[in-house]
């Protein structure tokens, strides 16, 4: 295995590092995705805050959003991250 695949691999290992993070992957996989505010209610974190652990987790590839008129609804696209859950949970 080159040393990418690791890199890659420990990106989303540190992205899922965060116990917000998880709940929210754990939780968009267990309700099919969903958006910030019903995350935000699950969580009960303000909504810049569930908007920045979004943004990592975008960012690292494990998630991605869809654009309904004002709504975004995010869903894990990452097969490592729902591994990585699964063995977990």
Do not use: W
Not at 12 to 33: E, S, T, W
Request: proline letters at 2%; hydrophobic letters at 40%; one cysteine or more.
């Amino acid at each position: 295995m080159d040393v990418k695949a690791y890199e890659k691999k420990a990106e989303i290992l540190k992205a899922l590092g965060h116990p917000a993070r998880l709940c929210i992957v754990k939780g968009l996989l267990d309700n099919d995705g969903c958006n910030v505010s019903y995350m935000q209610t699950c969580l009960g974190l303000p909504q810049s805050t569930v908007s920045q652990h979004i943004s990592k987790l975008k960012s690292a590839g494990i998630i991605e959003g869809v654009r309904s008129g004002l709504e975004i609804t995010y869903k894990v696209v990452s097969k490592e991250a729902i591994q990585i859950i699964n063995a977990i949970f």
